[in-house]
């Protein structure tokens, strides 16, 4: 198995850790991602790749119908455990078990780069109805705070981020031009454990060995310790959640 496969498949035997750490995602970028449809009514949502409905619970707390999907066992029972009134089925980006022209707008939450696009964007675009949308969000630290920035220089590992930025969404014939748009969101974390066990849910830390993460953690703690933002009780970590927006070409 390759890199880019052994990190694809990482998140697994960290689930009830992704579930608990991860941050959700903001209402605004769903509703602006739902826009193009112009209705307040209830919709069809499928959320892909769903991990342990981090992006779901949103989708279901706007009062939408939604449908998870996602390849791997152990994240999909998580879903299932924390996210109700949710139907979870397993599945993959590239062969997804729904019907034709069956979905409303479909979302994928910080996963939309582990997909082979060739075969995803015709299979997303099969399930979803003509005008429906396609949605991909990424969580992101707002590098643009200082302290955010040298955190995230000091969570460096031996394995590098390997997915593109989040503009990776390539054109395809079959949506209409891509958008994109920026929201702010933050993370709230109770002490520096919180944000580290944070990190530590994220791929690069999740392949690399027990020694060479312990040796991150520690800097990171040590870091977040000497930095009044973060030093005494409860903070919010700044993000950025980038969205790419395409509809999907009426018949």
């Known amino acids: ?33 739902l826009e193009p449809l112009a209705t307040s009514e209830r919709l069809e949502l499928l959320d892909l790749a769903a991990g342990t409905g981090k992006l779901a619970a949103g989708l279901v707390a706007e009062g939408h119908r939604v449908t998870a999907v996602e390849p791997n066992e152990q994240m999909l029972s998580e879903l299932v455990r924390r996210v109700h009134d949710v139907r979870a089925l397993p599945g993959h980006a590239e062969h997804i078990p729904v019907p034709d022209h069956t979905v409303d707008a479909v979302f994928v939450g910080t996963a939309f780069h582990w997909f082979d696009q060739e075969k995803a964007l ?20 707002d590098t643009d705070v200082e302290w955010v920035a040298e955190f995230e220089r000091i969570s460096g590992t031996s394995v590098e981020s390997q997915r593109d930025a989040p503009t990776c969404v390539r054109p395809h014939p079959l949506f209409e031009a891509v958008e994109r748009r920026a929201f702010a969101h933050a ?14 849910t994220l791929s690069r830390m999740l392949v690399i060995d027990d020694e060479e993460r312990a040796a991150v953690n520690e800097k990171l703690l040590a870091f977040l310790r000497s930095r009044p933002e973060t030093s005494n009780g409860p903070f919010d970590v700044p993000l950025r959640t980038e969205v790419t927006r395409m509809v999907c070409v009426s018949e």
């Open 122 to 141: 015709p299979e997303i675009a099969r399930v979803l109805r003509p005008g429906g949308v396609l949605a991909a969000m990424w969580n992101e630290p």
């Open 1 to 33: 198995m390759d890199l880019h496969a052994r990190r694809a498949d990482s998140f697994g035997a960290q689930a009830e850790a992704y579930a608990e750490h991860r941050p959700d995602y903001p209402v605004a970028a769903i509703r602006w991602a």
């Open 187 to 200: 993370h709230h974390r109770n002490s520096p454990e919180d944000l580290i066990a944070t990190t530590n």
